[in-house]
């Protein structure tokens, strides 16, 4: 439908009854592509038409006999894209109706509404208007980036946008190594170039194994992020080190394991020592024995004057050496003279030591 038909039908709208041979405006019959089955009888004035019929403009077909009264469809039966209204009191002839689409939708010639007139044919002018769905112009332009998945977000951080002609980089969020490409590109085509890379599942490996001491925890091939392994040490034997380890999210332990040390026996029989502070002799001592890290004080005699002095060491692991200076008493000096054993004598002036 052209600019001039739509103002003319306009004008009719307006001025209602005008009739077309006064305002000389009406065209010739002219049937262009828009075909229409019929076209009333033509005249050029309505003597030239029957007693109810009156020679009007009848759009495309030009001056014609119409019956005024006649009708168009009405009501349309509803479309889903479209909403028709009528513009005119009445759907008879040269009635306008306005058929406008839906919000996103348009018609093929890019316009949102189209205008009808029922024609002398009972028929409203033109094809029926069929609305497509419309992209907004914006909405390509804001959607130019490649899909990110939500499991992609929630495994990597990610850097860059995800922009059509850009580069993105990822990182495990867990700290675990990636499988695969840890960059790709966005194509143009809102691709992306290579598949999303992988994150190395997070696994320990089973810590080293605690001699003397028990794990407490399922022997698995491979442990978990957060896993927990408790140690414990045999009877006798002393933890040293961290009671329990976790696997971290780099699959490291979050300590090495721990040591059970062993007690070490008082290498000393006939002579006092000096245990938690304790002077007292060895034999007193349940099982002669010390825990690892304690300490044991000795008594060493002087070289030269009759008196003793100290020396200690520690036991480390079942290890408890007796200081160089220490002399085990013989059987039958602790038998005969146990007095003059030299942790029973007396203890030298600090300045006789030097
Ligand atoms: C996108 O573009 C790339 C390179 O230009 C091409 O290899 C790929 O097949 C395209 N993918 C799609 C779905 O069109
Ligand atoms: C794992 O992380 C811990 C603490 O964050 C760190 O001390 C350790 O060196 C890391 N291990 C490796 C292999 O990166």
């Not at 306009?10 to 405006?25: D, I, R």
């Not at 999303?196 to 003397?212: D, L, N, S």
Request: aromatic letters at 8%.
């Amino acid at each position: 439908m052209d600019c001039a038909l739509l103002l003319l039908l306009s004008l009719w709208a307006l001025t209602g009854e005008v009739s077309p041979q006064e305002s000389g405006l009406c065209p010739d019959r002219l049937l262009g592509e828009e075909s229409r089955r019929t076209c009333p009888r033509p005249c050029k004035a309505d003597r030239d038409c029957g007693n109810k019929r009156q020679c009007l403009c009848d759009g495309q077909c030009g001056l014609s006999c119409v019956a005024p009264g006649r009708t168009c469809p009405w009501p349309l039966p509803p479309s889903e894209n479209s909403e028709a209204r009528l513009l005119s009191p009445t759907h008879s002839f040269s009635a306008l109706l306005e058929v406008r689409c839906k919000p996103g939708f348009a018609l093929p010639n890019g316009l949102d509404a189209s205008i009808r007139r029922c024609q002398g044919d009972r028929q409203w002018s033109g094809d029926e208007p069929i609305c497509t769905e419309t992209l907004s112009s914006e909405e390509p332009a804001a959607a130019q980036t490649c899909p990110l998945p939500e499991e992609i977000i929630n495994t990597f951080s990610i850097q860059g946008d995800a922009t059509a002609g850009t580069s993105i980089r990822y990182t495990c969020r867990s700290g675990a190594d990636i499988v695969g490409s840890s960059e790709n590109f966005c194509q143009d085509n809102q691709t992306w170039q290579d598949p999303h890379p992988i994150c190395k599942k997070v696994y320990c490996q089973p810590p080293r194994e605690v001699e003397q001491g028990y794990v407490v925890a399922v022997q698995k091939t491979e442990y978990e992020v957060g896993f927990d392994i408790h140690y414990l040490c045999k009877k006798n034997f002393l933890l040293d080190g961290p009671q329990k380890v976790t696997c971290l999210s780099n699959g490291s332990w979050s300590a090495s394991p721990p040591h059970c040390r062993a007690r070490c026996l008082i290498p000393a029989e006939r002579s006092r020592v000096v245990v938690g502070g304790v002077k007292r002799w060895p034999f007193d001592v349940t099982d002669a024995v010390v825990p690892h890290g304690e300490h044991v004080t000795f008594y060493c005699r002087h070289p030269s004057k009759q008196c003793s002095f100290i020396a200690t060491q520690a036991c480390f692991d079942g290890k408890l050496q007796p200081p160089a200076c220490y002399l085990e008493p013989t059987w039958l000096q602790f038998k005969l003279f146990p007095h003059r054993l030299v942790s029973e004598i007396e203890v030298c002036e600090p300045n006789d030591v030097e």
